[in-house]
């Protein structure tokens, strides 16, 4: 009996039988090693790396867009600021706002401490507390804010957190006009345009609503419109 090869297959090789294994044949350059294949392979990988690298863009930008770090007072202010309104594409959430007030007013930015008063004033991502609203006020300014000083008189004007004084109102208010708070301005000269805690001087009132509206308080400038009669405008606080 003849023998038999199993792996093996008859070919025809000039004319002659053959055993062996049938195997493919390679060009005289194998595809990996062509240059012009080499060539698109590269072109292919350049595109698919530049994708990837406007992918990891996209979502670095929105990732520091959304971020909550911050390194100074004024940056946690800002920071807060968005969180709080909203803005620049940001979900609006006023609690994180409020504890990134607070880490600002800690970092010792006057700014961060009236916004995280305004909060507490307000209710705004915390619960409504006029005495912590009062303590953050008087410490932005002492810090040099003079809008905090305004706002701090506001709330002896309305009473929240402490006994009603207009003795007090009216210095606080005083010395954030003389600071260049517009609403300060504005509201010192409510007080002597209703002579509430000082002597009624309308002619006072107007200078004051004047310097207010100067000073780019739209309130001051709708009550130099106002001040005769006495202007509806009443006490505001600012951001």
């Known amino acids: 009996m003849a023998n038999q090869k199993s792996v093996s297959e008859t070919r025809a090789t000039g004319g002659v039988a053959a055993e062996g294994p049938i195997v493919g044949t390679w060009s005289n350059a194998a595809p990996w090693n062509d240059a012009s294949v080499n060539s698109r392979r590269l072109s292919i990988m350049a595109g698919v790396g530049l994708g990837f690298l406007a992918i990891f863009a996209v979502v670095g930008a929105l990732a520091r867009s959304t971020s909550t770090a911050c390194d100074s007072g004024a940056e946690c202010t800002q920071l ?7 803005s620049d594409g940001v979900t609006k959430n006023e609690a994180l706002g409020a504890r990134l007030f607070q880490r600002a007013c800690e970092l010792g930015d006057a700014s961060g401490c009236n916004k995280l008063g305004l909060a507490f004033e307000s209710a705004d991502g915390v619960p409504q507390d006029y005495e912590r609203a009062m303590d953050l006020f008087s410490r932005a300014c002492s810090g040099g804010f003079a809008e905090a000083c305004s706002n701090q008189g506001a709330l002896y004007e309305h009473g929240r957190g402490v006994p009603e004084n207009l003795g007090d109102a009216q210095r606080l208010y ?4 003389r600071h260049g708070s ?3 301005c504005s509201n010192l000269g409510v007080l002597y345009a209703q002579g509430r805690g000082v002597p009624m ?7 004051l609503f004047r310097e207010a509206c100067r000073l780019g308080s739209s309130v001051g400038c709708n009550n ?3 001040s005769n ?3 509806v405008e009443t006490i505001e606080q600012s951001p």
Do not use: S, W
């Open 80 to 86: 807060g600021e968005r969180f709080a309104a909203g």
């Open 174 to 177: 005083t010395q954030a006009c």
């Open 182 to 184: 517009g609403l300060g």
């Open 201 to 207: 001087d309308r002619e006072e009132a107007t200078q």
């Open 224 to 226: 130099v419109v106002d």
């Open 229 to 231: 009669p006495v202007p």
